[in-house]
């Protein structure tokens, strides 16, 4: 596996990669790889010809008083982790060689991004698809591999694509991955190493009331009565507040007040400590 850390390099590892008309998959990652990761990884390469995964830490998605500065980085054992699962390339950028002097643009997506994370979080969707976007033109991959645990951010990043025309017609090319979860059904994710061993344990609680309120909804249960068992669940078991518990259509993620025959998606996050974790699990049909 090469790693490259500039454009040119990028530009030059990737020619050999398209001999022949080989497919290439992109997995984007901030890095603080774990199983959740290596399984986009994998199902990458099952996919395509040739996986090029991208670590970058993107400050365009970091509000004020978030973690940025401490956000886990360990590129030489993320490094080691790609090349044991055959990953051909590893983008690492550093801000500037991303975002170098005078960059001035900004993607928002309206719609799938205004809710949810995008009310608790302003501006955070508008640094991922940003970001992603750029991804998409430096490498151009023939398909990208994302986990459903960032359900919104799937969302908003297969609108984006759509919108700006950055994947082939008739492909759906951004590609979900279903969420990786611990023993006791935690999803997972790099945040989970900022828990205390006894925060560990009480955020189990929240993939547990999850299925509970989404039980209660496809058996009859009205939706903000099943919500509202949730979040005091969640609470009583030692989560600080909620952001929010949403039941959302899957597609376009406006809040649903009754289940109906549309796809649905449970979403909630909740901050445990001083970490805040999201998750989501399909309700219904």
């Known amino acids: 596996m090469q790693t490259v850390k500039t454009q040119q390099m990028l530009r030059t590892a990737l020619a050999p990669l398209r001999v022949g008309n080989a497919t290439i998959a992109l997995v984007p990652t901030m890095g603080a790889l774990h199983e959740g990761h290596l399984t986009l990884v994998r199902r990458a390469r099952a996919e395509a010809d040739h996986v090029v995964a991208s ?81 998409f033109n430096q490498v151009a991959p023939d398909m990208a591999f994302f986990g459903e645990k960032d359900f919104q951010q799937l969302a908003v990043i297969r609108a984006m694509a759509r919108d700006l025309d950055l994947t082939r017609p008739h492909v759906d090319a951004i590609i979900g991955v279903p969420t990786v979860r611990e023993a006791d059904g935690l999803a997972m994710s790099s945040r989970n190493r900022y828990l205390t061993p006894e925060q560990r344990a009480a955020a189990a609680a929240l993939p547990r009331a999850m299925q509970v309120a989404a039980a209660a909804i496809k058996g009859g249960t009205g939706v903000a009565e099943a919500l509202g068992t949730l979040e005091a669940e969640l609470l009583a078991a030692g989560f600080a507040s909620i952001d929010y518990a949403t039941l959302a259509d899957a597609a376009s993620l406006v809040p649903l007040e009754t289940l109906g025959e549309a796809q649905a998606r449970l979403l909630v996050a909740a901050r445990i400590g001083g970490t805040r974790l999201i998750d989501n699990i399909a309700v219904g049909s």
């Open 55 to 135: 670590i970058f830490v993107n400050p365009k998605q970091f509000g004020p008083n978030e973690d940025l500065d401490s956000y886990p980085r360990q590129l030489a054992a993320d490094a080691a982790m790609l090349e044991a699962e055959d990953v051909a390339l590893l983008w690492a950028p550093d801000a500037a060689a991303m975002y170098p002097p005078g960059f001035a643009t900004n993607i928002s997506v309206a719609g799938v991004s205004d809710g949810l994370c995008g009310a608790a979080r302003p501006g955070h969707f508008d640094g991922v698809a940003t970001v992603v976007c750029k991804l």
